[in-house]
């Protein structure tokens, strides 16, 4: 019996690093690339995503307000950081509903900061291309539910962030970066979700719900990230046999850093975001896809850098 084309190409890729924020503005986009087509994705079959991300963030923020470059005095004063972020996963379905995930990223990162030094203004900047944290990610998919005209499906994901981004990048005069810029955190996080798909009656129309939480497990070298919990909502619709339009909402909570080489009163936020876009499909098993990401609510602890938007191209399939 032939499967219908009711769950998304990429439910299988159930984990894309997307919840990551810090004071100097290191960041993941949030869009959630795992609900861009329709495709089967129950047989036992394997997937690929790859994504490029550009997030420029020099905005400075305190709680809900833009604020100017050193508006508030710190120690440092936060100009930018410009975020190039590749991420590549491979992921695995197994016939009985298990599946397992690998996430990669590469971050190609540049910052620049004021340094506040006896009355002088030091500017200082870090510009570095390095592997990131990875993660394993497992999951397991229920069987559909309902009758072929809106049918859904459900599943969990659980897993975990390891410590192979580096925590002690340093510019070209030996500073080493603050950890909440660095490509690793150099801790092993906790990571678990869920998430809700159903075909809706309206032909080629979709719609997604999905959670996570990450939580680290332990501290490294004085520095513990905060906990994050993202929600996303998301509704796709067939324009044409290939072509798909596609909109999220993406919010994410980010708690406190902590541990003595931690900046704990500038970090931390709560956002929500919108994310219209487009995928399409070039191959009957390979499809490209595009998000623009813009805030809609961004409330940061202390001073923070913020993006007034951000990119994401992608391509995906299964072999």
């Given at each position: 019996m032939k499967i219908p084309k009711l769950l998304l190409l990429a439910a299988a890729v159930s984990a894309i690093p997307s919840l990551s924020f810090a004071s100097c503005g290191a960041a993941f986009c949030t869009v959630n690339s795992n609900w861009t087509s329709e495709s089967a994705m129950v047989d036992a079959t394997s997937s690929f995503d790859l994504r490029y991300e550009f997030i420029k963030q020099d905005q400075p923020r305190s709680g809900?307000?833009?604020?100017?470059?050193?508006?508030?005095?710190h120690h440092h004063d936060e100009v930018s950081t410009y975020n190039r972020n590749l991420v590549a996963t491979y992921s695995h379905?197994?016939?009985?509903?298990?599946?397992?995930?690998?996430?990669a990223p590469l971050v190609d990162r540049d910052h620049t900061h004021i340094h506040n030094h006896r009355g002088g203004q030091i500017v200082e900047q870090w510009n570095f291309s390095e592997l990131g944290d990875m993660r394993v990610i497992g999951r397991y998919q229920l069987p559909m539910l309902g009758d072929p005209i809106n049918a859904s499906t459900a599943g969990f994901t659980f897993g975990l962030k390891l410590p192979t981004g580096r925590t002690d990048v340093?510019?070209?005069?030996?500073?080493?970066?603050?950890?909440?810029?660095?490509?690793g955190t150099g801790t092993?996080?906790?990571?678990?979700?869920?998430?809700y798909?159903?075909?809706?009656?309206?032909s080629n129309a979709s719609w997604f719900a999905q959670v996570q939480y990450q939580h680290a497990l332990n501290e490294h070298d004085g520095f513990k990230p905060g906990a994050q919990f993202g929600a996303d909502l998301g509704y796709r619709y067939?324009?044409?046999?290939?072509?798909?339009?596609?909109?999220?909402?993406?919010?994410?909570?980010?708690?406190?850093d902590s541990g003595t080489n931690a900046e704990p009163a500038d970090s931390g936020s709560r956002?929500?975001?919108?994310?219209?876009?487009?995928?399409?499909?070039v191959a009957s098993n390979l499809q490209l896809y595009g998000f623009?990401?813009?805030?809609?609510?961004?409330?940061?602890?202390?001073?923070?850098?913020?993006?007034?938007?951000a990119f994401v191209l992608g391509l995906s399939g299964r072999f």
């Open positions: 809900t307000d833009n604020i100017a470059v050193g508006q508030i005095p379905s197994f016939a009985s509903g298990w599946g397992v995930a690998v996430i340093a510019n070209g005069d030996g500073d080493v970066a603050e950890r909440s810029l660095q490509p092993t996080d906790l990571i678990a979700g869920a998430y798909h159903q075909k809706l009656p309206l067939g324009v044409s046999d290939n072509l798909g339009a596609l909109v999220q909402l993406n919010a994410v909570v980010k708690h406190r956002s929500v975001f919108i994310s219209p876009g487009l995928s399409y499909a623009y990401q813009h805030p809609v609510y961004q409330d940061v602890n202390g001073v923070q850098l913020t993006a007034k938007r």
